[in-house]
């Protein structure tokens, strides 16, 4: 998927990520999109995976990939994804919050499933 970042586009990439935090009942400043190339935005999640409890816990979104979940690595800025959604770019924001309650309900089989090896980004 193509984004075009013109005002418009800036606008509905930040209420789809605003709709996405709603969904994931999440308040205050939790969130942050950037409308650079290629687009992302980052959510700030509540609580710890079952595999990394020392570290806490992101949704990150891009452009090309859609949603994946990242782990903070303690001591570093860098973050470590642990799994992907898949499917849709832009998902429904309702399919994104399923998705991530999952990762904190279901013992980390999630993570396995989806994500055999991780990847970092910074």
Not at 19 to 37: C, F, I, K
């Amino acid at each position: 998927m193509e984004l075009d970042f013109d005002d418009s586009a800036v606008r509905d990439l930040e209420r789809y990520v605003r709709l996405v935090t709603e969904a994931l009942e999440l308040r205050g400043e939790s969130s942050y999109v950037h409308a650079g190339d290629p687009a992302n935005a980052y959510i700030a999640l509540d609580g710890r995976l079952h595999h990394f409890p020392d570290s806490d816990v992101a949704l990150l979104w891009d452009e090309q990939h859609g949603w994946s979940a990242a782990i903070e690595t303690p001591g570093s800025s860098d973050l470590l994804i642990v799994t992907h959604l898949g499917g849709d770019v832009q998902p429904s924001p309702r399919t994104v919050a399923t998705w991530a309650g999952r990762l904190f309900s279901d013992g980390g089989a999630t993570l396995g499933a989806q994500c055999p090896t991780a990847e970092a980004r910074t």
